[in-house]
């Protein structure tokens, strides 16, 4: 009976053993996952590359023919990407413009210059801030993913944002109650001087 006993100790010892000596490697490996997978999420995000042209080699022709110039930073291929777009459509409330924003983007834009709306007298106004009795004549925006649809650029210059979901195109616009007779001719300085030595309105987009 005493041997028996023993016996029996002997093989509960081996088992509690083998628990024993199994645990620290399967703690191991349980630790060891937590690294590897936070090594593999880094790696997607960093696969990311975000040095890519943002447009097209030639600007669509609707764009051209209206007179919308972008500067040589615009076809940059590295990062900060400084691209600005003189002279934006004025005349429909929202046009889309063949610069793509991506995914994780850090995006500041300045605006500025003045814009003819028509009319009598003096008639052009500040594109970002304007002068106005009918709360018209505002530039507005859309950087896909980072602001509101066609906020007010009033709103958005000087602040940064950070491009989310898919990204996609910009898309600005203007605020007006008819657009038929606005454009960057015949230069006043504006009503109440406020466009007094401007420049025509641009909007400048600094990608990171």
Wanted: charged share 15%; with cysteine.
């Amino acid at each position: 009976m005493r041997k028996r006993m023993m016996a029996v100790i002997a093989v509960a010892a081996l088992t509690t053993g083998a628990a024993a000596s199994t645990a620290p490697l399967a703690s191991a490996a349980a630790t060891g996952s937590a690294p590897a997978a936070a090594a593999q999420a880094s790696h997607r995000a960093s696969s990311v590359n975000r040095d890519v042209r943002r447009v097209p080699t030639a600007l669509s022709a609707a764009l051209s023919a209206a007179g919308v110039r972008y500067s040589p930073g615009c076809s940059s291929t590295t990062l900060p990407i400084d691209c600005t777009i003189s002279e934006p459509v004025v005349t429909q409330h929202e046009t889309t413009y063949p610069f793509s924003f991506l995914p994780g983007d850090h995006v500041t834009v300045t605006a500025g210059g003045c814009v003819q709306t028509g009319g009598r007298g003096l008639t052009w106004k500040r594109y970002v801030d304007p002068a106005s009795d009918g709360d018209l004549y505002h530039g507005l925006i859309t950087v896909p993913g980072a602001t509101g649809d066609l906020q007010r650029l009033v709103n958005v210059v000087g602040r940064p944002y950070v491009v989310g979901g898919r990204g996609g195109s910009l898309k600005l616009g203007y605020e007006d109650d008819g657009y038929s007779d606005n454009g960057y001719t015949a230069h006043d300085d504006g009503t109440g001087n406020q466009c007094l030595n401007s420049v025509n309105a641009f909007v400048r987009i600094v990608v990171s």
